[in-house]
């Protein structure tokens, strides 16, 4: 079955501190994988996506992720969070029929 | 430009009431879609459409009703309202299945 593990979720990080969001895929092929963010109140929006090409794909608000095809793994990472980058994550793949397939989300919190 | 336009953005419903959660997209989208959010798990699509005059079900198409008239309007009626339908629910819309999902802010609706 497709499917999207988001192992964590809730992770703290201190303010200045680097990042990295666990995303897991299952799927038959390869995938095309998102990763969105919501802040408080709002709806999503894209921060990266990876179709093919090179595995390291880099995104908006200086985040990047990396696709691992042995370890089944969508990984976004940040050198460094700001206080503004509180919200929580989805990652999400699209399946065979075209649907988005979503993990359950992170929630990223930031201590100052 | 305003991208996808979801109304109202915050709901009270009593139970066995109906209501129609208005979307409306100004990119020229085929694929618009309706998911609601519940806290754990991620989202779940409830309908979707391939274009004017098309729709389908998704993950959870019970207790709501679509149509899509025009290539910019997709609503989502409810059509006796139940507790269970409590969530935050997002349109969304996308120039072809399979491409760059952009969202609405959501609707926060709450039966009681």
């Known amino acids: 079955a497709q499917s999207v593990t988001q192992p964590d979720i809730h992770i703290t990080v201190s303010e200045g501190a680097s990042l990295e969001l666990r995303c897991n895929y299952s799927?038959?092929?390869?995938?095309?994988l998102f990763w969105y963010v919501q802040s408080p109140g709002q709806g999503l929006q894209l921060l990266l996506k990876?179709?093919?090409?090179d595995t390291l794909v880099q995104g908006i608000k200086g985040f990047e992720a990396e696709f691992k095809r042995s370890q089944s793994s969508f990984n976004l990472r940040k050198p460094s969070v700001h206080w503004s980058d509180a919200a929580e994550y989805f990652c999400a793949l699209i399946d065979s029929n075209y649907q988005l397939i979503w993990g359950a989300g992170t929630k990223l919190i930031i201590k100052p | 430009n305003a991208g996808v336009t979801q109304t109202p953005k915050f709901q009270v419903l009593k139970t066995g009431q109906s209501m129609t959660l208005q979307c409306a997209q100004d990119?020229?989208?085929?694929?618009m879609s309706w998911y609601r959010q519940d806290p754990g798990m991620g989202l779940r699509l409830i309908h979707y459409?391939?274009?004017?005059?098309?729709?389908d079900q998704g993950e959870v198409p019970n207790g709501y009703n679509v149509s899509r008239s025009t290539t910019e309007d997709f609503p989502l009626r409810l059509l006796s309202a139940a507790p269970s339908q409590t969530s935050v629910y997002f349109c969304a819309s996308t120039l072809y299945r399979g491409q760059v999902a952009f969202f609405g802010q959501g609707t926060r609706l709450t039966v009681v």
């Open positions: 799927y038959g092929a390869t995938p095309y």
């Open positions: 990119m020229n989208h085929e694929y």
């Open positions: 459409s391939v274009g004017a005059g098309i729709t």
């Open positions: 990876y179709f093919s090409g």
